[in-house]
């Protein structure tokens, strides 16, 4: 695989396990939801793909021409505003994955649209549960 296919796959699966990561943890800690944070941890789990030393080699943060931050990722209003920019963070992430791990593995590209699919489902869920807890 091209080395710039593999540095945009380790970009998402950095993307897609750190917005689950920062929902899962909001559950585990601020709402002791014991069921919703191991669900979101067995999704961040099965967030992988085999070739961990390829895609580590492909990274080049020196030269992302985007790493800069916006003015709206650098404010948060509340919690809920929080878990809705890292679910769509997580899925945005999920539906690159899955496009372009076509290119390489059915199964991998099938894995992540399954987790895309999860996450909307639990994004229905959670947010009505955060928005009821005000």
């Keep these: 695989m091209k080395k710039n296919n593999l540095r945009l796959i380790d970009a998402n699966l950095n993307r897609l396990r750190e917005g689950i990561r920062v929902v899962e943890d909001i559950f585990r800690y601020i709402y002791d939801d014991k069921i919703t944070a191991s669900k ?9 793909i085999d070739n961990y030393k390829d895609l580590l080699q492909s990274r080049d943060i020196k030269n992302d021409v985007l790493k800069k931050s916006t003015n709206s990722e650098q404010n948060r209003k509340n ?17 690159v994955l899955e496009e372009f791990c076509k290119l390489t593995s059915s199964k991998d590209s099938e894995n992540f649209k399954y987790i895309r699919y999860e996450l909307y489902d639990l994004e229905i869920v959670l947010t009505n549960i955060t928005s009821n807890s005000k």
Excluded: G, T, W
Aim: proline share 0%.
């Design 40 to 48: 979101l941890k067995e999704l961040r789990h099965q967030s992988r």
């Design 79 to 95: 919690l809920e505003s929080i878990l809705i920019a890292n679910f769509k963070r997580a899925q945005e992430s999920a539906r």
